[in-house]
């Protein structure tokens, strides 16, 4: 069904953040080759019926320092000709650098003004993300599913994994981003729950359940694939609420409780299958009954 759209569409380009529509790919560098002048010396044409025929000189002239002024020349051209991308780098830049601050700071627009000064911008810059405390909770999301999506094509060893596994370990992997903004983390909740940030959340959320859910071997194209990731997304939010309230070392309860209740989810399914076969095996049976039934009444 649906990828990461990174993924999917994307091909293996990295992303950086747009504070008006979440992940793009990354802009592709120019390569810029050095520049090099070849001049030809004229020489006279040469005699047939001479033996010591002329042979055109070619020399090569370069530039000296032409890499280095065609690299910067190009750095500039390609800044002003595209501002507007200039300007998004800068604020995920400042996005990426306030995250050390959320966690003393919160999710807060002093958090993004602390992260602009890290990097040598004017705190001027929080002025243009509209969002300011929504961008900043979703360039995390963003940012936190990237690294699962590389955790996915890089570890060889979830593929050994029986499904049920592989889910609770890579969510299990996906929650521990969050361990060291647990503290605040409910206020990344709150802002998540505006009625404005909602659809993008719930984006967020469905992304990151499929990639779990791909992840874990499933195929599904039919009506089984939306029950799925509801019902992961369910055990998604109830773990990370669990969490929140988690005082045991390393949040040890928390993953007891996650492999707990995906081993629940899986024998539900379980369940349903075996009373789905028995359903169509009592059907059989009846359908055979009667048909012997009517088959000994109509001999008569």
Known sequence: M????????????RYYYNTNSGLRCGRPQKLVL????????????????????????????????????????SSTDDD???????????????????????I????????????????GLSPSIVGSLTRKEAALVEYFMDDCLQRLVDKIESDESLKNLTPSDCISKLIRFRLEMQAPYISTWP????????????PTSFKQRAVLVDEIWHAAGDKASDIDWYAKRTILGGIYSTTEIYMLTDSSPDFRDTWAFLDARVKDAFNIKKTIQEAQS???????????????FFGKGFQR
């Not at 649906?2 to 380009?13: H, I």
């Not at 028995?278 to 012997?292: K, P, T």
């Open 2 to 13: 649906y990828r990461t759209a990174a993924k999917r569409l994307l091909g293996g380009a």
């Open 34 to 73: 050095s520049s090099r002048s070849f001049t030809s010396e004229p020489q006279p044409f040469p005699d047939p019926h001479s033996i010591n025929r002329g042979i055109p000189v070619v020399t090569t002239t370069e530039t000296p320092n032409s890499l280095d002024s065609a690299s910067s020349s």
């Open 80 to 102: 002003a000709a595209n501002p507007k991308a200039n300007y998004e780098d800068q604020q995920a830049r400042v996005l990426q650098a306030s995250l050390p601050y959320v």
């Open 104 to 119: 003393k700071l919160g999710w807060t627009e002093a958090a993004l003004i602390a992260g602009a000064r890290d990097v």
């Open 187 to 198: 206020h990344a909740l709150s802002i998540q729950a505006q009625p404005a940030n909602v």
């Open 278 to 292: 028995l359903a169509e095996a009592v059907s059989v049976g009846l359908g055979n009954s009667f048909q012997g």
